[in-house]
Nanobody, 115 residues
Framework: QVQLVESGGGLVQAGGSLRLSCAAS????????MGWYRQAPGKERELVSG???????KHADFVKGRFTISRDNANNTVFLQMNSLQPEATAGYYC?????????WGQGTQVTVSS
């Protein structure tokens, strides 16, 4: 069983930056894809970014080069560096690990961007 623990959320002014971290514990395989989703109030959860153990990345269009996902395979940790944050980025951010058809989720960390 995989456990995911996020950290690094908080309140930031528009234009600011935050770095989210997600530590995975349990049996982690090199084929696992790790990533971040977000969910704003009243909206569906949506993909932000994903990364393989080999470093292949996928980003949502709204990232627009402002967010960068990275992964530390030795420590089973994934990071999301978010720059030039705007109020529309306000949401709960959730770490996920995908293995085949199954997914594990963290509890989420709140990001709030004030204007």
């Amino acid at each position: 069983q995989v456990q995911l623990v996020e950290s690094g959320g908080g309140l930031v002014q528009a234009g600011g930056s935050l770095r989210l971290s997600c530590a995975a514990s349990g049996s982690i395989f090199s084929s696992d894809i790790m990533g971040w989703y977000r969910q704003a109030p009243g909206k569906e959860r949506e993909l932000v970014s994903g990364i393989t153990s080999g470093g292949s990345r996928k980003h949502a269009d709204f990232v627009k080069g402002r967010f960068t996902i990275s992964r530390d395979n030795a420590n089973n940790t994934v990071f999301l560096q978010m720059n030039s944050l705007q109020p529309e980025a306000t949401a709960g951010y959730y770490c996920t690990l995908k293995r085949g058809w199954s997914s594990s989720w963290g509890q989420g960390t709140q990001v709030t961007v004030s204007s």
